[in-house]
């Protein structure tokens, strides 16, 4: 019987531990950040490691320790979907768009966008994708906070989530870009040992050989668990879940705001290949630890704590260590969340002040010391909005509900920022229809879909079979860019299109970035 939700000294310890450690780092980081460069890109003072680590920090959330390991456990191998698609999506930040983002940017991944076109529509539109994706990773960070901290401590999950809302808000108002880099640094090392010493210890119950824990699977569970078609069974949803996971990952406004914190393009170049090195250990980690707890722990004692299989890792680390390693886990588990949510929340507070208030309201004349205020009043309001979010969607799979961001990214995102960079036809109108043709297509699909449907709002039948969007939203939204660009061509945008390729393989400085409103 699991000791979950019953008060776990270590665990709680552990917890406290790290909670002094991210509020140390606040302190000295809030020393450090006096303007809007410090706030939202740490001065650009990263190193290319540190910013690999930090980038792992930041993408190995709360889905990918939580979910892939709880979906793997109780879906088997379609589990794995997840694994390889949240990696696959890295080759693409590499080639395509690290290099031209920090060069061509300076706080968000509208700058990019908007660069040769006119500002305020263009940041309208961004922002209000930026704002979906980041509330819909909320919801799956705020989901697993409120899970393990109720676990942890045997309190109510609304009481919970407030917690973690709380404590997240105290550093990134304080602290801004500089100390949530370091608390995501620290984060991924524990992340990575922990997982790593996780599944050792899963493995040497059956002598270290992979395919024995697989065989001990099939042998309880039968054949399937090896097989496709447990979690996805039709192949047009499966796709489409691949090709949300893979081009989300450039579309995530909280992974692109971080290559503004290296010095130069290099150095971010550097950054994505430290951080998918990293990441490629730990999603391989994430399969053992499904079957691990699909076969140590059992199906029917997962699905009893959690009904999503979110808490598939910490009832593992309990079953091969006992109360201290549970402990342990719990507190790295809970720092991966924080950290998580604490570059959500910077980068929906950049949307806010930096797109909307600062290029959108004041038309490019705010003050940095007004954009500062305003940009940690975006904050707290993104803050409550992460707790309210977590209280709404309480049981949902977390690796699910992220995958839904991805599919958000992929569509309202990624082809603007993909045409606005390499094609020179593409146009201020068609950048705005696309990024809002995205996001609305992406939502409104979602709320057609089985989940909420059928899964939340309990109806016979949905008018959208796909549980994720992303086969129709993003092609739509590509479609949408290119036939608005032909239909009204813009000459200053085109003529704009040199300046944006000087700026990709050369790269200027920030100041001197055109603004047309």
């Not at 768009?97 to 305020?120: C, H, M, W």
């Not at 097989?227 to 879940?241: N, R």
């Not at 730990?282 to 076969?295: D, K, S």
């Amino acid at each position: 019987m699991s000791s979950l939700g019953e008060p776990n000294l270590i665990a709680i310890a552990g917890f406290l531990i790290f909670i002094a450690l991210s509020l140390g780092i606040t302190y000295v980081a809030a020393k450090r950040t006096h303007s809007a460069d410090q706030f939202y890109a740490a001065g650009s003072s990263i190193t290319g490691l540190q910013n690999g680590l930090a980038l792992a920090g930041d993408y190995m959330s709360a889905a990918s320790f939580l979910g892939i390991a709880g979906l793997v456990a109780l879906s088997g191998f379609d589990g794995l979907i997840y694994s390889i698609g949240f990696l696959v999506g890295w080759p693409v930040v590499m080639f395509l768009i690290a290099e031209p983002l920090r060069n061509l940017g300076k706080y968000t991944f509208s700058d990019v966008v908007a660069f040769r076109l006119r500002q305020t529509p263009v940041r309208v539109a961004a922002a209000c994708g930026s704002l979906a994706v980041v509330g819909f990773y909320l919801i799956a960070q705020m989901v697993g906070a409120g899970n393990l901290i109720r676990l942890l401590f045997g309190m109510p999950y609304e009481l919970a989530v407030t917690i973690v809302g709380t404590v997240m808000l105290a550093y990134v108002l304080f602290g801004g870009m500089v100390a949530t880099t370091w608390v995501q640094i620290v984060k991924a090392v524990l992340l990575l040992m922990g997982a790593f010493l996780l599944a050792m210890m899963a493995l040497a119950r059956f002598d270290f050989n992979p395919l024995a824990l697989f065989r001990a699977a099939t042998d309880r569970y039968g054949e399937a668990v090896l097989g496709p078609g447990q979690l996805v069974s039709d192949p047009l949803d499966s796709m489409s879940l691949g090709l949300a996971l893979m081009l989300g990952t450039a579309g995530l406004p909280h992974i692109l705001m971080r290559f503004y914190t290296v010095p130069d393009a290099k150095t971010a170049r550097t950054s994505v290949i430290y951080a998918t090195g990293f990441i490629g250990f730990f999603y391989l980690l994430t399969f053992i630890l499904g079957f691990g707890a699909m076969v140590i722990v059992g199906q029917p004692e997962i699905r009893a704590i959690d009904a999503g299989g979110n808490m598939a890792a910490p009832l593992l680390a309990e079953a091969v260590g006992g109360q201290a390693f549970l402990g342990f886990i719990t507190a790295v588990a809970f720092a991966t969340i924080l950290a998580v949510v604490a570059g959500l929340t910077l980068a929906g507070a950049a949307a806010l002040s930096h797109d909307l208030w600062v290029h959108v309201v004041r038309k490019g004349r705010a003050l940095e010391a007004e954009e500062l205020k305003v940009a940690r009043a975006s904050t707290v309001l993104l803050g409550v909005m992460a707790i309210g979010l977590g209280m709404a969607f309480k049981g949902q799979n977390v690796a699910y509900m992220v995958g839904l961001a991805f599919a958000i990214a992929a569509s309202a995102n990624f082809p603007a920022l993909l045409l606005s960079m390499f094609w020179r036809g593409f146009t201020t109108r068609a950048a705005q229809t696309s990024m809002l043709t995205g996001t609305i297509a992406s939502l409104g699909l979602i709320y057609l879909s089985p989940t909420i449907q059928i899964d939340m709002l309990k109806n016979a039948s949905a008018p959208f079979p796909l549980r994720n969007p992303g086969l129709v939203a993003i092609p739509l939204s590509f479609a949408v860019a290119i036939v608005v660009s032909l239909i009204w061509p813009e000459p200053d945008a085109a003529a704009g299109f040199d300046a944006v390729e000087a700026r990709i393989h050369v790269g200027v400085d920030h100041s001197k970035a055109p603004a047309r409103h």
